[in-house]
């Protein structure tokens, strides 16, 4: 499998090969959840509109949940937010993916769920970047990937591995700056409200502000390891094969 040629066990580990102590010592969940969104609240991805809505994301249906690492409790959490009317976009938090090794473990884990697919594993710049996709209904959600991993760009390194997807099909926006495919489903595709009380002038000032924030986090301009379409980008530290 392509995961496991990828990831090296101990690279990015504590010098004995454990996980860091900081990690190994969090385990209660609500303050689990309440660190990874502050992740977003703080704008660390670079999104003006997500660390709004994080400050109080029930409130816009956006939810965490700290999830078993197996392909039938993944499956499970997703099809329970599918059909909750008040949840839009779940976090499934997995605290126990600390090391590369765990987060090669959990891909193959993911490869079983049900509904999710690999559209497309693509080499770039001495990585594989990864495009995991949710069929929700008659549309493909993005699945987008975060996690504590120096290889992983500073857009997406959360205090816990997790991904992040809408289970919904998206709002009826009075109109949008970016088009996308009516199938697609992005994280993106909040149910911001609140926003129709804010001048569209702002709301395009805000936008390009995204991306300055961006390019700023990164240290460059936006690529493929950090696309919104790529779940994860993991480095190639073997020869690659099938």
């Known amino acids: ?11 990015g580990d504590g010098d004995d090969g454990k996980p860091a102590p900081a990690l190994q010592a969090i385990t209660d969940n609500e303050l689990i959840k309440k660190l990874w969104f502050r992740f977003f609240e703080e704008n660390k991805t670079g999104c003006f509109f997500a660390a709004m ?5 029930n409130a816009y249906g956006w939810f965490g949940e700290i999830t078993h690492l197996s392909a039938e409790a993944i499956n499970q959490a997703i099809q329970k937010a599918i059909i909750d009317p008040g949840i839009n976009t779940i976090s499934l938090i997995f605290p126990g993916v600390k090391t590369q090794a765990d987060l090669a473990g959990f ?6 769920v049900q509904g999710i697919t690999v559209e497309s594993q693509t080499i770039y710049d001495g990585h594989v970047c990864l495009a995991y996709r949710l069929k929700v209904g008659k ?3 993005w699945v987008t990937g975060f996690g504590p991993f120096d290889f992983l760009p500073q857009t997406r390194r959360a205090p816990f591995a997790g991904i992040t997807l809408r289970v919904k099909p998206k709002p009826v926006y ?3 700056l970016k ?3 009516e199938t697609e489903l992005h994280l ?3 149910d911001i409200n609140v926003l129709k009380e804010i001048p569209r002038a702002t709301f395009e000032q805000l936008w390009k502000m995204c991306f300055k924030r ?3 986090i990164l240290g460059h301009d936006p690529d493929l390891k950090s696309a919104a379409k790529t779940t994860y980008n993991l480095p190639i530290e073997r020869s690659y094969g099938k």
């Open 188 to 190: 993106a595709d909040m």
């Open 179 to 181: 088009a996308s495919k």
């Open 214 to 216: 961006v390019k700023f």
């Open 53 to 57: 809505v994080a400050k109080a994301p």
């Open 107 to 112: 891909l193959e884990v993911l490869n079983e």
């Open 174 to 176: 009075e109109w949008v």
């Open 139 to 141: 549309y493909s959600s």
């Open 1 to 11: 499998m392509i995961v496991e040629q990828c990831i090296s066990p101990s690279a």
